[in-house]
């Protein structure tokens, strides 16, 4: 889950992080009420759950509040990547003397958090990683020791910070670690962390995720969700409690277990397949978990053909076939349906899923190969 930057802000703020003074508004009237009571020039900046909105004209600077509500308006009546702006945030402006790149993450290969960093930071990031890789900083931080101030001298040094802000990036980079393990987050980053021109470091941006496994300890951060990111089948998915994954091939994928889901995905590229979807309906799979996940998966116009797979342990076949046939009911899917069911009642599964007009299949190999063709076949 990905949050504000001014709900990652206000807990970095809570972590000792020094942040700019600010509000968030929601009509350009409010924007300029705020930037009223900072007196002075704001800068009024778009929420929205995407990065690079300082190129798409999302992030302005105002010299007065007659302007700030003049950007305000421009700003909330925007939409950045195809996502409607509903808020800004207007901040107190910042003298900027440079901006630095710091965050902290997840190196999944390494299996430890990594602390990243570099003296270009600002809105060419990208490009400055892609460019000049060697101008980008990176620590493993070992989880059981967590971040040493050494450390966090270390990258300080490495990417030439003057020495005068030494102790202050030192107490960040701390702060962060924190907000990083308190939140179970798998982000969090400030881009750009300022050297203002009176000296301070100031954390001008701020982007956090959420591990979305780690959220039920953490139903603050929970309320803070903003579906207008998700895709509408993830968030379906979500209500029923089903793992889906939206992706860009035409094989539309049910399966139970999440190994068995990867290996099926992986038997569909075997076979010259390109899934649709990554899709777990977990253990028991009853009816109308079923039937959710079907309705889920054929809303993507994309898919030209479906693959069951279905490993009957705790799960029942024949349960999960009545569960396909009421889907089929309510759904009339118009693509061809392939099932490979093995297991728990695999036979009356198979027996009840006769009469549907349904392909089976024996072998996981089969079940791929005809998919793959169905859906060929459907193009
Ligand atoms: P992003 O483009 O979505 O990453 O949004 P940021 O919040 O990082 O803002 C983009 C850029 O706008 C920053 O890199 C700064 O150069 C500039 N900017 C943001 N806030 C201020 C500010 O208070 N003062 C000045 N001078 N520039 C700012
Ligand atoms: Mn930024």
Partial sequence: ?????????????????????????????????????????VVIKSQVLVGGRGKAGGVKLAKDPAEAEQFATQILGMEIKGLPVRKVLVDEASAIEQEIYFAITNDRAAKKPVMIASAAGGIDIEEVAAKTPEKIVKLHIDPLLGLREYQARDVAVAIDLPREQMKDFVKIAMGLWEVYKATDATLAEINPLVITKDKKLVALDGKMMIDDSALF??????????????????????????????????????????????????????FGGEPANFLD?????????????????????????????????????????????????????????VVRLVGTNAEEGRKLLENANMITAETLADAAKKSVEAARQGK
């Fill in 217 to 270: 300890r953490h139903p603050e951060l929970n309320e803070m969700r903003d579906t207008d990111e998700d895709a509408p089948a993830e968030i379906e998915a979500r209500k029923y409690g089903l793992s889906f994954i939206k992706l860009d091939g035409d094989i539309g994928c049910m399966v139970n277990g999440a190994g068995l889901a990867m290996t099926s995905m992986d038997v569909i590229k075997l």
């Fill in 1 to 41: 889950m990905k949050l504000h930057e001014y709900q990652s802000k206000t807990i970095f703020s809570k972590y000792g992080i020094p942040i700019p003074k600010g509000r968030v508004a929601a009509t350009a009237h409010e924007a300029r009420q705020i930037a009223e009571e900072l007196g002075g020039r």
């Fill in 281 to 337: 309906v977990g253990g028991g799979a009853p009816a109308d978990k079923v039937a959710a996940a079907m309705r889920i998966i054929l809303t993507d116009p994309n898919v030209k053909a479906v693959l069951f797979n279905i490993f009957g342990g705790i799960t029942r076949c024949d349960e999960v076939a009545r569960g396909i046939l009421t889907a089929m009911d309510e759904v009339k899917p118009k693509v061809p349906m």
